[in-house]
T-cell receptor, first 110, second 119 residues
Framework: DAKTTQPPSMDCAEGRAANLPCNHS???????VYWYRQIHSQGPQYIIH???NNETNEMASLIITEDRKSSTLILPHATLRDTAVYYC???????????FGTGTRLKVLA | GAVVSQHPSRVICKSGTSVKIECRSL??????MFWYRQFPKKSLMLMAT?????????EQGVEKDKFLINHASLTLSTLTVTSAHPEDSSFYIC???????????????FGDGTRLSIL
């Protein structure tokens, strides 16, 4: 079973920030949180990952709560091309395996 | 960096044919590769983990004789769907991760998938 839960869908206006939440309450102390997105008929695209500090790269920012039980992916200025399914993943403990949950279907509206 | 190439992107075959899908890491050495299957409007389902030079580890319910995996080099893994039937039609996606030691938390990088249609 996936170790993360996400809302099934969200809408965001173009140009506004998209904030995608993820709950990972059973995460252990040394497990990272990974975020990917999948645009229709393509493989998942890596976005960002983090352990406990907030992270930022050219695509997004990742905010992880102090207790590490949840995180938020922030797309600062969403565009129509950001419409995709976003997956938050925590690896199966002691392995490199990902178990994908259902993700959040983000629709960016013009 | 971290590009994974998957080939072919689409294949249509007759029932009973065996189909081979290739997954290559183009700019890094992939010690571990993964194969996933995805049905329409569903999430990715892990099929197997493939380590270079050793036998693949299959997830529960995945037939290893139906889905043959070979990981003969650090840049190539193949998935062969043997004697394919219409129910094997799906979107197959590979991923790769590289390195050990200090890089153990590095992410997987995914190919663009192969859409397999069995008539």
């Amino acid at each position: 079973d996936a170790k993360t839960t996400q809302p099934p869908s969200m809408d965001c206006a173009e140009g506004r920030a998209a904030n995608l939440p993820c709950n990972h309450s059973t995460i252990s102390g040394n497990e990272y949180v990974y975020w990917y997105r999948q645009i229709h008929s393509q493989g998942p695209q890596y976005i960002i990952h983090g352990l406990k500090n907030n992270e930022t790269n050219e695509m997004a920012s990742l905010i992880i709560t102090e207790d590490r039980k949840s995180s938020t992916l922030i797309l600062p200025h969403a565009t129509l091309r950001d419409t995709a399914v976003y997956y938050c993943i925590v690896r199966v403990t002691g392995t490199y395996k990902y178990i994908f949950g259902t993700g959040t279907r983000l629709k960016v509206l013009a | 960096g971290a590009v994974v190439s998957q080939h072919p992107s689409r294949v249509i075959c007759k029932s009973g044919t065996s189909v081979k899908i290739e997954c290559r890491s183009l700019d890094f050495q992939a010690t571990t590769m993964f194969w996933y299957r995805q049905f329409p409007k569903k999430s990715l389902m892990l099929m197997a983990t493939s380590n270079e030079g050793s036998k693949a580890t299959y997830e529960q319910g995945v037939e290893k004789d139906k889905f043959l995996i070979n990981h003969a080099s650090l840049t190539l893994s193949t998935l062969t769907v043997t004697s394919a039937h219409p129910e094997d039609s799906s979107f197959y996606i590979c991923s790769a991760r590289g390195g050990q030691g200090a890089g153990t938390n590095q992410p997987q990088h995914f190919g663009d998938g192969t859409r397999l249609s069995i008539l």
